[in-house]
Antibody, heavy 119, light 107 residues
Framework: QEQLVESGGGVVQPGGSLRLSCAAS????????MHWVRQAPGKGLEWVAF????????YYADSVNGRFTISRDSSKNTLYLQMSSLRVEDTAVYYC????????????WGQGTLVTVSS | DIQMTQSPSSLSASVGDRVTITCQAS??????LNWYQQKPGKAPKLLIY???NLETGVPSRFSGSGSGTDFSFTITSLQPEDFATYSC?????????FGQGTKLEIK
């Protein structure tokens, strides 16, 4: 059974940094691209970033480009999101999600981890 | 970026009703459109992919149609567990934009 478990969320001051992790199990992690998607409190879903199965290509939303870095470690079956220069508007639940296949769309999601940016 | 306009933003209905939600893209996205269901405090769940394909395990009362710029999502015979928020998402172009969501509430 596919499982994704996010961790690393918490409270951070504006301008600070945080690294989120997503532990994957139940599927061949190295064969699938992975996404990060976030949801601000009471708001809709916002796609954040995608990394190809082999890490060869990475894509970002304009709102986080240059501040966030997506990466993966297939030896640990883990996806990461390094977030820096955090802003109040980055406050959200961050979900990692497995790609459906062939670099398409998220089809299986973790339970999410809350990041709060506040002074 | 592509804009996704989803309507209505909220909808009240009764168990057994048929409901339809629409999503309009600001430019042609072919069939690259998905529908997700989300319940409070839970992760989104994929229901429909490629505009009209039912994800494995999803009941057949859920369906989707459309191509190009205009898409619709229908639930026939609403069940109590269907009251949730539904969102469309295009994946033809980066960034993968979501619609703003439709909250389906019990009348």
């Amino acid at each position: 059974q596919e499982q994704l478990v996010e961790s690393g969320g918490g409270v951070v001051q504006p301008g600070g940094s945080l690294r989120l992790s997503c532990a994957a199990s139940g599927f061949i992690f190295s064969s699938y691209g992975m996404h990060w998607v976030r949801q601000a409190p009471g708001k809709g879903l916002e796609w954040v970033a995608f990394i190809r199965h082999d890490g060869s290509n990475k894509y970002y939303a304009d709102s986080v480009n240059g501040r966030f870095t997506i990466s993966r470690d297939s030896s640990k079956n883990t996806l990461y999101l390094q977030m820096s220069s955090l802003r109040v508007e980055d406050t959200a639940v961050y979900y990692c999600a497995k790609d459906f296949g062939y670099d398409s769309f998220p089809n299986h999601w973790g339970q999410g981890t809350l990041v709060t940016v506040s002074s | 970026d592509i804009q996704m306009t989803q309507s209505p933003s909220s909808l009240s209905a009764s168990v057994g009703d048929r409901v339809t939600i629409t999503c309009q893209a600001s430019q042609d996205i072919s069939h690259f459109l998905n529908w997700y269901q989300q319940k409070p405090g839970k992760a989104p769940k994929l229901l429909i992919y490629d505009a009209s394909n039912l994800e494995t395990g999803v009941p057949s009362r859920f369906s989707g149609s459309g191509s190009g710029t205009d898409f619709s999502f229908t639930i026939t015979s609403l069940q109590p567990e269907d009251f949730a928020t539904y969102s469309c998402q295009q994946y033809n172009y980066l960034p993968y934009i979501f619609g703003q969501g439709t909250k389906l509430e019990i009348k």
